[in-house]
């Protein structure tokens, strides 16, 4: 894409001092910049890269003064961070709007209802009687099972599986590789030491606005759904389990995993690697750190860590103490001694 | 799915309270229960929830007596729990049975041999020589590569990545996205600090009724086999590297990772998100619980935990004082002032 | 594939003792061997396996002496391994040189440029303006988002994801199912206790030599590139945050995980299902031990251990005491019942 510096400082609101028909093709850091990047200057401490970059434009605050000749353009604005992240946002918008229509081929059930200004991708499958919202961008080789719902806004990367019976909310963001809906691991010990497989009919629901990660896995529900609340953020080669739910805003970062059947409150931090066992409830505004394993009911705003975990006070506490085993047994051995010598009255001071 | 409330009762041989008319399109626990939805009633319990359900019909035990209004129909059973699982199984079953015949656009060489009533989705790929057996399901956009074999009734969901000559047995079912046969991660470090890639030419075989869970990968021997025997079940996001072998009857839960040559024993449980060093042996019946780090081989029946794993019972003593660590800090420190005392002669009682 | 021993034997510049026309059709470990296969005879003390083996033709040092009769033909070498090695290579490459050309329906955007000798799998999808190398192998249903680079001599198995921008040098294997250029996870957090989800449009590049293994998830940059230099193996099932950057040559073990804008140096060695926070630097030959928590920067050659990490010998030697601690617990509690029978001037000896 390709924007002239004109147009920039306009969706920006700011003042443009330089040239306004220079071109604007990539937003960099300020070290990292090239000829066409545009760039920003917010923590002062950076101020010293403006007069070596190699940036064509940059955002500065408005109070902004050089101490040198600065080597490109700059746009005066009250919060340049906040100005940039607006550009990017802007950006994301228009390379996710340029995608629109359907590419052949690509298997679209007679019985699918498709909403406006959609995007399926070649090779994208939409089984019988999915209903797909407005402004949907389904990628190239997406499946949707059959019964499925995509909400408004939404976003299928490549290759992401959504198994029949699934509900995915509005503004859901679901990136490249993750499963939606694969079978939960549930099986009955037969008394020869094999297992039946129990039968999951199940769903997943997404609410709203919920972001899931690359690779992720959400198991469907045994017979009822695994719930992902409004507003959650789930990373990549995260493992939700059957029958999970998870509060609204909870954040869970990569390769955590949350066993069967367990609950996980509102506004909850889950940090990476770490894990859940099932049929526990945490509280809202839990915070797990990473590579934890929870075993049991938190508390509300309660920090856990460990594996099994404690309380994040008492595992950091107990830990500084790990560290230096070696010398509390030595003082151990060295009172061992000094008491030995007092019994046999010999004082070694 | 639409079944009446005399089709339900037959299947499970019970006895209806109700109109045998009343249409039943899902299945759902009493709490969740809606109109149209077949429920069960096996804890006792639960009991007081059968008078408000929203349920249309609900399965209970031969003997139940309402002790007020039920507003649905009753299906007396003698099990209420086990009639409900095998209404899950013949649903599944109907579901499953339902997908047949070839979705077009789909690639089938002509060297590959294809069974009776099966389903190959649309984009899913069938390389040179493979054979699939009796009705097997291949959903959309699963790979399979030259020269493999797929057994009877088996089932690979959508986006199944099976690498060349790999063998399936029968009964077996593939969650989403995972992958058999990839390469096993070896490689021979060079004079010069890089590493060459060894070459990995083996396979994986699964024997029957294995189950594989949703972006799991099972890495191909270096030349000779990885070998899930029959009756495994293998949970999401699990690595099984080159040359494992996993015994009989073996659960494996989630984010679990075995490392190459490794050999599992029968009937062993490994925990969600363990890890196994290679070249080791677990005997059978070894239960490693989650998040341990396996680095020496088992004896039979053995319970490991830790990182690395001790004994269970020796890992949960030692964890128990872990938690007290400060206070046994200060023990010490008390009986070092204690003794000071004492040499000093200065009793402190 | 099918070989007469003379052509093997000429390969590896062996002297062949017996028919020249025996045909080999696999390659096996001495005990596994079948009719048809080639083994090889390495560590002396395998030798017995050679007077039972069901091998067609084993390879053997150029001084084996048989001690009785070997049921096979023998083909002498300088390194039975090494050639053997040979033979794997060999085998590799004639398998991965056959696939080539352009199976339908396949999706290529008439902007991108193909190098010659390509193979691209049917449902494989090449975006708007990608450029593919020669010699590159695209397997089927692999994902080539818009502006991307292949390099020459590059592998992506089935199912391989790669977001727009990404560049993939030369060199490259991907394993089935990764995931090249996922949105980084990183959200603002607003008053009312939601999530902003902050817009990601860097990408990813891999220098030349690079593995990727099967399901593994490599994020974009938040606005810059996340960086994978020369060399570097990557196993199955890891995950790369957004702006990581990994140096020359570092090998990363199965599910190990590396959070956002982390740096790791050259010739690092990362265990299994390790963990790295965000924003540290490892030095060069930084080793992890598998499954540890790292926090902080490493110095040069640091060997790291534990969750959160010590060095190496610290864990080690913390570890070996905390095994024992019940009975430092029974140390400290007999000391104290000593103190307290000295201060009742009641020695017990």
Redesign the interface.
């Known amino acids: 894409m390709e924007f002239k510096l004109a147009q920039i400082a306009k969706l920006i609101d700011g003042q443009l001092i330089g040239d306004e028909n220079i071109k604007i093709t990539n ?3 300020l070290e ?1 910049a090239l000829s066409g990047s545009l760039s920003f200057l917010s923590n002062p401490k950076y101020k010293k890269h403006i007069y070596t970059t190699k940036a064509s434009a940059v955002i500065v605050n408005e109070q902004f003064n050089a101490d040198a000749k600065v080597p490109c353009a700059l746009i005066k604005v009250k919060d340049p961070y906040l100005s940039f ?1 607006i550009l ?2 802007y ?2 918008k228009l ?1 996710v709007k340029q995608k629109v229509g359907i ?1 052949q ?1 690509c ?1 679209i059930a007679t019985s699918a209802t498709l909403g406006s200004e959609i995007y399926a ?3 994208s ?1 939409i089984g019988e009687n999915v209903s797909i919202g407005n402004n949907v961008k389904i ?3 997406v ?1 949707i ?1 059959d019964n499925s719902q995509i909400g408004d806004h939404s976003i299928l ?3 992401v ?1 959504v ?2 019976e699934t509900i995915i909310g509005k503004h859901c ?1 679901i ?3 993750a ?1 939606l809906g ?2 939960g ?1 549930g ?1 009955a010990p037969q008394d020869d ?3 039946k ?5 199940g769903n997943v629901i997404l609410e709203d ?1 919920v ?1 899931v ?3 992720t ?1 959400i ?1 469907c529900g045994t ?2 759904s695994t719930i992902i609340r409004r ?1 959650v ?1 789930i ?3 995260i ?1 939700l ?1 059957h029958n999970t739910e998870i509060g ?2 909870t ?1 869970i ?3 955590a ?1 949350i ?1 069967g059947s367990t609950k996980v409150g ?2 909850c931090i889950i940090g ?2 770490a ?1 859940l ?1 099932g049929h526990i409830t945490l509280a809202d505004n839990t915070k797990i750190q ?2 934890s ?1 929870i075993t049991k009911n938190s508390k509300e705003g309660q920090a856990l860590y460990g ?2 975990a ?1 309380t994040y006070n ?1 595992y950091v ?3 500084t ?6 010398e ?2 030595k ?2 051995e060295l ?2 001694e ?2 030995l010598n ?2 046999q009255g010999k ?3």
Chains 1, 2, 3 share one sequence.
Request: net charge negative; hydrophobic share 30%.
């Open positions: 937003l960099h850091g990292n992240t990017l946002d950006y994301v390379k590419e081929p298997h991708g070649a090779f499958y990628y190239p080789q499946y099972g990367y490549s290759g599986k198994y029949a963001t990136q490249a590789g499963v694969s079978d691991f099986f030491g094999s297992y497989t129990i039968p999951q009919i606005h972001d990660g690359a690779n896995t198991d017979f009822e507003g953020k990373d990549n080669l493992q389990a609204e805003n954040v970062a990569a390769q995993g066993s509102k506004n990476g690697q894990g066992v990473a590579q394993g594996s099994p404690l008492n506490r107990s830990y103490i790990f560290k230096r085993l070696p509390l047994l003082q151990v009172l061992e000094k008491i007092l019994h004082h070694d001071s």
